[in-house]
Each structure stands twice: as structure tokens, then as C-alpha cells.
């Protein structure tokens, strides 16, 4: 049984950071990549930050600059440290594990950004 517990969500005002954190546990084989998605009320969950096995990075391009992804493979741990945030940018953040078998989500946390 694979799990993904998020963690590191919140209330921040407008311009501040946080930091999210996602630990993966169980029988995982061939991590291939870990990704950050996100999802605000009324629209489709999209793409935020992607690390794969190797650690190539790929950012959306809304928050390129300001969200950085990285990963402790020792730990099965991705982070996303998010700065400048934009009260836009409230919604649901979702971890992504895909191995070369199967893809996992966690069951997110919420960031919600002041104005």
C-alpha cells in the first residue's frame, strides 16, 4: 500500500511563503517522477512543479522564478518552497508520485493566500 502524506499548507498573506512537503511510504518501485499539482474551487487541477527520478525539474510558467521543487530520495520526501505568493494561487496542493507501474496522489492540503 503506497501512500503520500502532504504537509506544510496554510493562511499566508500576499507575498509571503510556504513551504509544502510530501513523504512516500510503502512498496514504491521505480519512482519516476514526483510533482506538485494544484487544483482552486471551479477549475481543473494543473501541473505546478515536476522533479523526475533523475532531478530534472519542470515548473508551470506562472510560478517559474518563485516555486522551487526539490527531493530527498533518502527520505521518499519532495518539497515545493513557494515564495511571493499570489492570493490567485489559493487552492488545494496535491503530491504525485508516478512509478512505472502506477500513479499516486496524496489527498492534498490547502493553501489559501490573503489579499
Known amino acids: 500500500q503506497v501512500q503520500l502524506v502532504e504537509s506544510g499548507g496554510g493562511l499566508v498573506q500576499a507575498g509571503g511563503s510556504l513551504r509544502l512537503s510530501c513523504v512516500a511510504s510503502g512498496n514504491i518501485i521505480s519512482i519516476t517522477a514526483m510533482a506538485w499539482y494544484r487544483q482552486a474551487p471551479g477549475k481543473q487541477r494543473e501541473l505546478v512543479a515536476l522533479?523526475?527520478?533523475?532531478?530534472?525539474?519542470d515548473y508551470a510558467g506562472s510560478v517559474k522564478g518563485r516555486f522551487t521543487i526539490s527531493n530527498d530520495n533518502a527520505k521518499r520526501t519532495v518539497y515545493l518552497q513557494m515564495n511571493s505568493l499570489k492570493p490567485e494561487e489559493t487552492a488545494v496542493y496535491y503530491c504525485?508520485?508516478?512509478?512505472?507501474?502506477?500513479?499516486?496522489w496524496g489527498q492534498g492540503t490547502q493553501v489559501t493566500v490573503s489579499s
Open positions: 504525485h508520485l508516478r512509478t512505472f507501474v502506477q500513479d499516486y
Open positions: 522533479i523526475t527520478g533523475s532531478g530534472g525539474t
